[in-house]
């Protein structure tokens, strides 16, 4: 499993939403690194539970700077936190059931932060540059 943390190029230069992602990528690594010892089962449910929270925290703070600034592809957007927090309720539901952690869901987690950092987060950055957030 190829599992890396947080790189200088993932940095948005807004400080609010580095530091949050900063913290997404240290619940990877706390995942990580619990991964087959004893403390696996306490610490997948806390760290599930971190994400689902957190998340949900981060997208508003996200979601009410894009609005504040008329990001004009806020709603495609909305869509891609929605779809992620669905994605990590499921698996947090589906862990308090069985208590089974799908193996491939750091790297799914990992890949998606990535990709939307990358890919997503760019797109709204000018936008609030513009704007004097930093």
């Known amino acids: 499993m190829s599992i890396s943390g947080w790189r200088p190029e993932y940095s948005l230069n807004i400080a609010l939403l580095d530091e949050h992602h900063q913290k997404l990528f240290a619940g990877i690594q706390q995942l990580k690194d619990s991964y087959g010892t004893h403390e696996e ?19 508003s703070e996200e979601e009410r700077l894009m609005r504040e600034h008329d990001y004009p ?20 539901v589906e862990f308090q059931r069985t208590e089974e952690f799908p193996d491939d869901f750091m790297e799914y987690l990992q890949q998606w932060l990535v990709r939307h950092i990358l890919n997503e987060d760019r797109k709204y950055q000018f936008t609030l540059h513009q704007n004097g957030i930093y």
Not at 82 to 90: C, G, N, S, W
């Open 41 to 59: 089962i306490p610490v997948i449910y806390e760290t599930l539970k971190f994400f689902m929270d957190y998340a949900i925290f981060h997208f």
């Open 73 to 92: 592809h806020f709603e495609e957007h909305l869509v891609e936190h929605k779809d992620f927090v669905k994605a990590v309720r499921k698996t947090f």
